[in-house]
C-alpha cells in the first residue's frame, strides 16, 4: 500500500530544494481542493500525502461507499469524489509528492517555512496548508508483548532500504500484496526467509502469490501458517520469533528481523511535534482565516477545531475557500484582492482554461 | 427488540437492545462500547471492529464472506469464530448473541 518504487531505490534521492507558494500536507478530499481556491488566486500549490494515492479517507477508507451529501451532487462515492476533484484541480497543476510523510516544519522567515519529507525532501513555501484529516495512515503495530524496544531496530513496518536485509534471516508476517512483494523482493538477499500468515490464502495478486509458492516447493524459503504471538531476543535484536499454528501448536523460528505488514491505521503523526498549538489532538483555528496560532499556517478540513466544527467535507471545501484568502496575503503581499465568480470574471476562467 | 450482549477483554458486560437491520458494529457504537472502533465506518476496510463470536453462536452467525475473511487478514489474534462486527446484520434469529470483543483493535 504505502510507495514502493520510492523504497525499492533507497530513499537518499534529493536534498534540493523546492520552492512553492503554498504547501499542503495531505491530499484528502479538502488538500485537493484548496488547490483550487488557491489557484483561483494565482497560488501555486505542492502536495505531500503519506498515502501512494490522492483522496485521504475517501480513497482508503470508502472508495466504493456513496457519499450524499456533496452540496447538488445527489449520489457519489469516494472513488468518483477524488476523480472528480482531480479533474477541478488540473488546471492549476498541482505537484504531488505521494508515499512521503512531512516531519518536521521549521518557521524560517516572515512568514517562510522550511518543511521536510521522511524521503529527504526539502521544501520553502511561503504558506503551509495542513489538511491532515484523521491523521497519517500509518502501519499497524502488532499486540505482540513486548514489542516496543525492537521496533526500527530489528522489526519494520517498511523496507527504506533493502539492503540492510542482506544475509538476514528474515521474518515477513501477512498475506496482502505488502507481504508478498517484499517477500519476493528480499528472498534472493536474505540468509533465509520465512513468511508467516493466519490462512493457506492470500489476497495478494495470484501472480506474486504463484510465484511465493514456487519458491515454496523449490525449498528457496519457508511458508508457516499461524500467527506470531511471542518475541526473542536482547537489547532490540530479535533472535527468535513463536509461532501458533492455526491447531494451536507452538513452533519457534529463529529470525533476526521481522516485517509485520497489517494494512495501516489512522494516527495523528508528526503532527503533534510541529509547535502549533493542540486541542484533543485537533489544531484550533480562526473561523475568519483557518488560520492556526502560527502566522501563515493553516489547518482545514477534519484536523482543526473550531466551536460548531463538523467533521464534513462539505465544511472542509468552505474552510479552504476561506483559508485562500488570507494565504493570498502571504503569497501576493503586493496585490490587492478582488472578489470574483468563475461565472463571470474573465480573468478566472483564463485561469480555468476556458475563457 | 433482539438484545446483544458484548463482553469486553476485561469482563465488562454490556446487554443492549439491537435493531433488526443495523450491524452489530453499529449498535455497539451506539451504546458507547468503546472497544470497537469501525475506522472505516462499516465499509469492510479497515478490521477495527473484531469480535469473536461465542462458541454456541458462531454456527449461527455464520462464517465470514471472502472479501470479509480477506479484510480478517489486517486483524490481530483471529480466532476461527472471529467476524467484523460491520459485516453482521441484527435479525431477530440473532436474540441473545454474545460477542467478545478484543483489547487491541490495530489503534
Ligand atoms: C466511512 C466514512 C464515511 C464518511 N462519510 C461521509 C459523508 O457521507 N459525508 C461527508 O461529508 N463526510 C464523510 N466522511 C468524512 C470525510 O471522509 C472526511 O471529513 C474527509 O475525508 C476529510 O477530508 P480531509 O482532506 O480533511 O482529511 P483526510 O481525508 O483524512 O485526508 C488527510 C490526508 O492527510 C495525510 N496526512 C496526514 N498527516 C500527514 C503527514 N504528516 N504527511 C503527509 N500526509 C499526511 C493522510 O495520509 C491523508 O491521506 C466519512 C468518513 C468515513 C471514514
Ligand atoms: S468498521 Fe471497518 S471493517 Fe468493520
Request: glycine share 10%; proline share 6%; net charge negative.
Amino acid at each position: 500500500m504505502l510507495q514502493k518504487t520510492d523504497q525499492l531505490l533507497g530513499t537518499e534521492t534529493m536534498s534540493e530544494e523546492i520552492n512553492t507558494d503554498v504547501l499542503i500536507i495531505g491530499a484528502g478530499p479538502v488538500g485537493l481542493f484548496a488547490v483550487f481556491e488557491l489557484g483561483l488566486l494565482d497560488i501555486k500549490a505542492h502536495l505531500v500525502d503519506i498515502l501512494d494515492k490522492v483522496g485521504g479517507q475517501c480513497a482508503e477508507l470508502y472508495p466504493e461507499k456513496p457519499i450524499f451529501d456533496i452540496p447538488a451532487i445527489p449520489r457519489i462515492n469516494g472513488k468518483e469524489l477524488c476523480d472528480a476533484l482531480i479533474e477541478q484541480i488540473k488546471p492549476f497543476k498541482p505537484s504531488f509528492h505521494l508515499g512521503e510523510m512531512v516531519t518536521t516544519i521549521e518557521n524560517i522567515g516572515d512568514p517562510l517555512f522550511r518543511v521536510t519529507t521522511d524521503a529527504g525532501k526539502v521544501f520553502l513555501s511561503k504558506a503551509v496548508v495542513i489538511a491532515a484529516g484523521g491523521g497519517s495512515f500509518q502501519p499497524k503495530r502488532p499486540p505482540i508483548q513486548g514489542i516496543e524496544p525492537y521496533e526500527e531496530k530489528s522489526v519494520f513496518y517498511a523496507v527504506r532500504k533493502m539492503d540492510a536485509f542482506r544475509g538476514k534471516n528474515l521474518l515477513i508476517v501477512g498475506g496482502g500484496d505488502s507481504a508478498l512483494d517484499w517477500t519476493l523482493n528480499l528472498q534472493p538477499l536474505a540468509r533465509r526467509l520465512t513468511l508467516v500468515h493466519r490462512r493457506d490464502e492470500f489476497r495478494a495478486a495470484p501472480d506474486s502469490v504463484n510465484k511465493m509458492r514456487a519458491l515454496v516447493s523449490s525449498g528457496a524459503m519457508d511458508l508457516k501458517i499461524g500467527q506470531v504471538t511471542a518475541l526473542k531476543g536482547e537489547n532490540g535484536q530479535l533472535t527468535a520469533a513463536t509461532i501458533k499454528g492455526s491447531d494451536g501448536a507452538l513452533s519457534t523460528v529463529a529470525c533476526d528481523a521481522m516485517l509485520p505488514f497489517f494494512g495501516l491505521t489512522m494516527k495523528l503523526g508528526p503532527v503533534a511535534n510541529w509547535s502549533i498549538k493542540l486541542e484533543n489532538d485537533l489544531i484550533p483555528v480562526s473561523t475568519a482565516t483557518f488560520e492556526t496560532n502560527v502566522p501563515g499556517i493553516f489547518a482545514v478540513g477534519d484536523i482543526n477545531t473550531y466551536p460548531g466544527k463538523l467533521k464534513l467535507i462539505l465544511s472542509g471545501f468552505h474552510e479552504a475557500a476561506l483559508m485562500a484568502q488570507k494565504a493570498h496575503h502571504y503569497v501576493h503581499p503586493e496585490k490587492r484582492l478582488v472578489f470574483q465568480y468563475t461565472t463571470s470574471s474573465t480573468s478566472l476562467q483564463k485561469k480555468l482554461g476556458v475563457a | 427488540m433482539p438484545k446483544i450482549t458484548y463482553i469486553e477483554h476485561d469482563g465488562a458486560t454490556h446487554t443492549v437492545e439491537g435493531e433488526a437491520g443495523a450491524t452489530v458494529m453499529e449498535t455497539a457504537l451506539r451504546n458507547g462500547i468503546a472497544s470497537i472502533v469501525a475506522e472505516c465506518g462499516g465499509g469492510c476496510t479497515c478490521a477495527t471492529c473484531l469480535v469473536h463470536v461465542d462458541d454456541a453462536w458462531s454456527p449461527i452467525v455464520g462464517p465470514p464472506s471472502a472479501e470479509e475473511e480477506d479484510m480478517l487478514d489486517s486483524a490481530f489474534e483471529v480466532k476461527p469464530t472471529s467476524r467484523l462486527s460491520c459485516q453482521i446484520k441484527v435479525t431477530d434469529a440473532l436474540d441473545g448473541l454474545i460477542v467478545r470483543t478484543p483489547a487491541y483493535q490495530g489503534r
